[in-house]
T-cell receptor, first 115, second 111 residues
Framework: GESVGLHLPTLSVQEGDNSIINCAYS??????FIWYKQESGKGPQFIID?????DKRQGQRVTVLLNKTVKHLSLQIAATQPGDSAVYFC??????????????FGQGTILTVHP | DAGVTQSPTHLIKTRGQQVTLRCSPK?????VSWYQQALGQGPQFIFQ???????QRGNFPDRFSGHQFPNYSSELNVNALLLGDSALYLC??????????FGPGTRLTVL
């Protein structure tokens, strides 16, 4: 079945360090992957996405890497700041068929950035 | 642009009652999806509405139903509430199958 999971439930870093959050997915038919940030009391906020025909995509201070061979996704945050402290979710979206548009979320990783 | 808005912010109900949650999508969006997020978990897809019809549904019982109006706003209805229905209910809007923008959610507590 469809599932998206995370290796690490918590990550604690110092301000200025680089952070790496990992995610494993099991559905090889997944076509589109998204990273969301969720702060306390708020809904998930889009960070960056990547399609299955790519292996890397960069945004502002963030990079997403996709390894389809091992079904692994990672989010790299450069120069992590206290404002980056939140729960990070990866989500997958299947292309075509009856599941398109349905996001399947992983458990989430709590990122804590210490000043 | 106000983004995705949801009401109410918080709600307390008792077992067996019925509840209606509301969502207004981001301007220009025509698709609304609903998710349930239990404490400490990732959101789980309930269903999605497009052109006033339910287009997809997740693994939720028929007690969960919805509606989309001509102005694209949407409602989520839950009947015969159970304690396990306590969660944050998130609405996300998108333009067809594109990026989904989430609202702040409605926190439902069932006593």
């Amino acid at each position: 079945g469809e599932s998206v999971g995370l290796h690490l439930p918590t990550l604690s870093v110092q301000e200025g360090d680089n952070s790496i959050i990992n995610c494993a997915y099991s559905n090889s038919a997944s076509d589109y992957f998204i990273w969301y940030k969720q702060e306390s009391g708020k809904g998930p906020q889009f960070i960056i996405d990547i399609r299955s025909n790519m292996d890397k995509r960069q945004g502002q201070r963030v990079t997403v890497l996709l390894n389809k061979t091992v079904k692994h996704l990672s989010l790299q945050i450069a120069a992590t700041q206290p404002g980056d402290s939140a729960v990070y979710f990866c989500a997958e979206n299947m292309a075509g068929g009856t599941s398109y548009g349905k996001l399947t979320f992983g458990q989430g990783t709590i990122l804590t950035v210490h000043p | 642009d106000a983004g995705v808005t949801q009401s109410p912010t918080h709600l307390i109900k008792t077992r067996g009652q019925q509840v209606t949650l509301r969502c207004s999508p981001k301007s220009g969006h025509d698709t609304v999806s609903w998710y349930q997020q239990a404490l400490g978990q990732g959101p789980q897809f309930i269903f999605q509405y497009y052109e006033e019809e339910e287009r997809q549904r997740g693994n939720f019982p028929d007690r969960f139903s919805g509606h989309q109006f001509p102005n694209y706003s949407s409602e989520l209805n839950v009947n015969a509430l159970l304690l396990g229905d306590s969660a944050l209910y998130l609405c996300a809007s998108s333009l067809f199958y594109n990026e989904q923008f989430f609202g702040p959610g409605t926190r439902l507590t069932v006593l």
